[in-house]
């Protein structure tokens, strides 16, 4: 049988997380490009252009894309259509002076959200689930919550918890932890598509559990307002 020797395999799978957040830094760029911002692209042609804008493989191009979709750090989308699946942003805003950036989430379920992020907690902390954000419909934010009032509450929180302003105002793409429970990577709904490495059909033996319809999804616990 064969085995590693732990230090190793702890040493290298700490390369392959550093490589990973550098190609979603990489990734995010390209999106957050003026030209690109308020549309969404089909999935495998995203993939193909990030590949070749980036030098790199189709595969890691895909986990790349995989890795600025599903979290609360990120504003990339992905929204499944009638034929393809299409990611994107669909609108991001930049707050330099308050330290913090907004964007529209896009929740199955809940719909089209505004969402704004606390920067500082995006440069301070290693964990998606650190996170600090005011998003609609979550914790004491309605529903119809403005871009300015959910940047209140942001701006509440950093006043209260942060004691200097973030170096750069940017969503945190290398927070690949984000998408990680326990050192496993979960599906969801950014990194089921080509090179993944992820059955969505099958959850722990079993098939069937999820599927294109009902999709299982495991979430991280977040900071919210």
Same mark, same amino acid.
């Given at each position: 049988?064969?085995? =590693? ?83 994107? @942003? @669909? ?18 379920? =809940? ?12 440069? =301070? ?91 299982? @999804? ?8």
């Amino acid at each position: 049988m064969d085995s =590693k020797d732990p230090d190793g395999l702890i040493e290298e799978h700490k390369q392959n997380q550093e490589l990973r957040g550098e190609l979603a830094k990489d990734a995010l760029e390209w999106f957050l490009e003026d030209e690109n911002v308020g549309r969404l692209f089909p999935r495998r042609d995203a993939i193909q252009e990030l590949s070749d804008h980036m030098g790199v493989s189709v595969e890691e191009s895909s986990t790349a894309i995989s890795d600025t979709v599903g979290d609360i750090v990120d504003p990339v989308q992905q929204i499944i259509g009638s034929e393809n699946k299409y990611v994107g @942003i @669909i609108e991001y805003h930049l707050y330099e002076d308050e330290g913090a950036y907004g964007y529209i989430d896009f929740d199955d379920r =809940k719909g089209k959200r505004k969402r704004v992020v606390c920067a500082r907690c995006v440069e =301070k902390y290693d964990y998606d689930e650190k996170i600090t954000h005011a998003t609609q419909g979550e914790g004491s934010a309605n529903d119809n919550a403005s871009w300015q009032q959910l940047l209140n509450k942001v701006t509440s929180h950093y006043s209260k918890d942060h004691t200097q302003s973030p170096s750069n105002v940017e969503p945190g793409a290398s927070l690949v932890s984000g998408t990680t429970i326990s050192g496993n990577e979960t599906w969801h709904a950014g990194n089921d598509g080509l090179g993944s490495g992820l059955k969505a059909d099958e959850v722990e033996g079993k098939v069937n559990l999820v599927d294109e319809n009902s999709r299982l @999804i495991i979430p991280t616990g977040t900071d919210r307002f």
